[in-house]
């Protein structure tokens, strides 16, 4: 059964939690799909985590259209997020717009997500929205602006910071978003603003309290290098099963244990033959 904005709304209206998890290609859609999880976002970590970018703000459209895409083949049921790369839509209302559509019409989004709380993000959301396109906002932690923010760390943690976000949140919610991410955040904090808000929130790194998590793909499969953020929980240590296997095929290789016999196509002696004569071979 396919997953669709009244369906998200009635799970978050009964209180059953909603399931998130951040995905850049087929055979991860096809993970997500069989899982059976809610939503899957096409996040902009695809920079780092797929495409070997340093940071988020590296990666671009044409570059999120792909993985957006990719995903959508391997999609059914799941409710398909993109994110909006850094410098595709803070320019204008009309920049915003036109990216936004894009990732509906060419990549099979059902709806957008930008980042931040501010003034323009807020704007650009309003006319995402007014222009009949689905928005989802993220506050705290926000890793396009991490350098602004002294660097990949938790937010909210002073009463100044902790307005802040929940200013930035309302802002977003009354411009029309549909849900908002909250991520890195103290947990106490999140449960100030879930009563605050009437729309759903996507809790990563901040906490039980929100309606649904999110997590990406390669942290809970264990497909990464170092440990992650406080907040990773792995499922899998899969990252090195990967490096285990490569490194049997590399020396089965060497060695010409492989491929063997049961690798191998045959072909009919007779016509092994024929193909011998034609090459002038006895």
Same mark, same amino acid.
């Given at each position: 059964?396919?997953?669709?904005?009244?369906?998200?709304?009635?799970?978050?209206?009964?209180?059953?939690?909603?399931?998130?998890?951040?995905?850049?290609?087929?055979?991860?859609?096809?993970?997500?799909?069989?899982?059976?999880?809610?939503?899957?976002?096409?996040?902009?970590?695809?920079?780092?985590?797929?495409?070997?970018?340093?940071?988020?703000?590296?990666?671009?459209?044409?570059?999120?259209?792909?993985?957006?895409?990719?995903?959508?083949?391997?999609?059914?049921?799941?409710?398909?997020?993109?994110?909006?790369?850094?410098?595709?839509?803070?320019?204008?209302?009309?920049?915003?717009?036109?990216?936004? *559509?894009?990732?509906?019409? #060419? &990549? /099979?989004?059902? +709806?957008?997500? %930008? !980042?931040?709380?501010? $003034?323009?993000?807020?704007?650009?959301?309003?006319?995402?929205?007014?222009?009949?396109?689905?928005?989802?906002?993220?506050?705290?932690?926000?890793?396009?602006?991490?350098?602004?923010?002294?660097?990949?760390?938790?937010?909210?943690?002073?009463?100044?910071?902790?307005?802040?976000?929940?200013?930035? *949140?309302?802002?977003?919610? #009354? &411009? /029309?978003?549909? +849900?908002?991410? %909250? !991520?890195?955040?103290? $947990?106490?904090?999140?449960?100030?603003?879930?009563?605050?808000?009437?729309?759903?929130?996507?809790?990563?790194?901040?906490?039980?309290?929100?309606?649904?998590?999110?997590?990406?793909?390669?942290?809970?499969?264990?497909?990464?290098?170092?440990?992650?953020?406080?907040?990773?929980?792995?499922?899998?240590?899969?990252?090195?099963?990967?490096?285990?296997?490569? +490194?049997?095929?590399?020396?089965?290789?060497?060695?010409?244990?492989?491929?063997?016999?049961?690798?191998?196509?045959?072909?009919?002696?007779?016509?092994?033959?024929?193909?011998?004569?034609?090459?002038?071979?006895?």
């Amino acid at each position: 059964m396919q997953v669709t904005l009244p369906a998200l709304h009635e799970k978050y209206e009964r209180g059953e939690p909603l399931v998130m998890v951040t995905a850049y290609d087929f055979p991860g859609a096809r993970a997500a799909e069989a899982a059976g999880v809610d939503l899957v976002l096409v996040g902009d970590s695809g920079a780092e985590m797929v495409l070997g970018y340093p940071s988020t703000v590296g990666v671009s459209t044409e570059e999120m259209l792909m993985l957006t895409a990719a995903v959508r083949r391997g999609l059914h049921d799941p409710f398909l997020i993109a994110d909006l790369p850094f410098g595709s839509y803070e320019a204008s209302d009309e920049q915003a717009v036109l990216t936004a *559509a894009r990732f509906v019409r #060419e &990549a /099979g989004a059902q +709806a957008v997500k %930008l !980042e931040r709380g501010n $003034a323009t993000s807020v704007a650009r959301a309003r006319a995402i929205v007014q222009a009949g396109i689905l928005v989802m906002g993220h506050v705290g932690l926000t890793p396009q602006s991490a350098t602004a923010l002294g660097g990949n760390r938790a937010q909210g943690r002073s009463g100044a910071a902790a307005t802040r976000i929940a200013q930035e *949140a309302l802002a977003l919610q #009354e &411009a /029309g978003c549909f +849900a908002i991410v %909250l !991520e890195a955040i103290p $947990a106490a904090v999140t449960e100030e603003l879930v009563r605050l808000l009437t729309i759903p929130t996507i809790g990563i790194g901040a906490g039980p309290a929100t309606a649904g998590q999110v997590l990406v793909l390669h942290d809970l499969l264990g497909i990464r290098e170092g440990t992650g953020a406080r907040f990773v929980r792995s499922y899998a240590n899969l990252g090195p099963e990967m490096i285990t296997a490569l +490194a049997a095929y590399a020396d089965d290789v060497r060695e010409r244990r492989y491929p063997a016999a049961e690798h191998c196509y045959t072909i009919d002696p007779s016509e092994l033959a024929e193909f011998r004569t034609a090459l002038g071979r006895p």
